[in-house]
């Protein structure tokens, strides 16, 4: 536990990060142990022990109880379960170890209804992980987001883009080799930037800018701006041509936050604060709909407004949150 009073799940906090709490999907319990990838003796002893445990992935949901009750929880199969719904001949991959216990991803997605499999577990369902954010336990949601990137990864990459062939899995999991080239391929995690932009005016109030995106889901959302980093380009780079783009704002003092993996589907959002000292917007029309400059004041009290923040498990929500706190 930090000065704070934050506690990071026995990772440290990263270097000249401005976070004040870890963000969801950080701070795996588990030990991803990748040097017992291509340890084939290990992997086989681990497929096989009783107190191994599974993570099913279908269609890229997660398997839950609790749903209704609205107290979810993450349902690991045993391997007496995985192996009665054919373990053998589906998709997996090691995902670490969580203390002694192996833990593996388990892809059931070739079957079109997956629950009668694993209807003797009871009040289980498969859902996307996003939809009780906030609720899960965090060691058990930074797993299933794991499970999720992964399996994703793998089933969008049974052919090599090198020369067509087909692939197979390999290094459990974690390498998708070509049968013709011999290309070998690993999983993808995209880098995006997400970034909070404040404004200070003559009279020392400062404001930060929040958008709504065409994309949103929500009519009423407003959020951070972002944007994918492109190659042969910073991170800081990224953040001052992302925000000139959208929002026609120069910035400067770009600083880091914090990070937050976010495999819905393959992406990793690195978080930053930056500054403009001209407030003047000149919005792109064809990526925002809307953008405006909030007090602390407001966001506070952003429904008397008629608006809605991002959602909870969102490293924008931990920007702006941590903005408003400061």
Sequence with gaps: MDADGDAWQGHARPPMSL???????????????????????FIARALADPDTLFAPVWRSKSLLRGLESGSPEA???????????????????????????????????DIDEPEPLVAELGGVAFADIRTVAG??????????????????????H?????????????????????????????????????????HRDAAGVE??????????????????LA??????????????REVFEEAGLV???????????????????????????DPTLRIDTEELKDARWFTREEIRDIEKLGLRLPRVDSIARRLIEDWVER
């Excluded at 998709?91 to 593996?104: I, K, P, Q, S």
């Excluded at 609720?135 to 969008?156: F, K, N, S, T």
């Excluded at 052919?159 to 690993?186: D, K």
């Design 227 to 240: 944007g994918f980093v492109e190659p042969g380009e910073s991170l800081e780079e990224a953040v001052a």
């Design 251 to 277: 910035v400067r003092d770009v600083r880091y936050h914090s990070s937050q993996p976010w495999p819905f589907p393959s992406s990793i959002m690195l978080g930053f604060y930056a500054v403009a000292d």
């Design 19 to 41: 976070a004040r709490r870890p963000n969801p999907y950080t701070g795996s319990p588990l030990d991803r142990a990748a040097h017992r990838r291509d340890d084939a003796a």
């Design 207 to 224: 404001r930060c800018l929040l958008a709504h995106s065409h994309r949103f889901p929500l009519a009423r959302m407003y959020s951070t």
């Design 135 to 156: 609720q899960l336990d965090p060691a058990e949601a930074a797993v299933l987001a794991q499970a999720r990137g992964l399996m994703h990864w793998q089933g969008r």
């Design 75 to 109: 349902v690991f199969l045993t391997t007496l379960a995985a192996a009665a719904i054919g373990l053998e001949r589906r998709r997996h991959a090691f995902l670490g170890l969580w203390g002694e216990r192996a833990v593996f991803a388990l892809d059931l997605s």
């Design 158 to 198: 049974g052919f090599c883009c090198v020369c067509g062939g087909r692939c197979e899995p390999r290094s459990a999991g974690h390498v998708m080799a070509c049968l013709s080239c011999g290309a070998t391929h690993f999983p993808r995690t995209d880098p995006a930037v997400i970034m909070l932009v404040s």
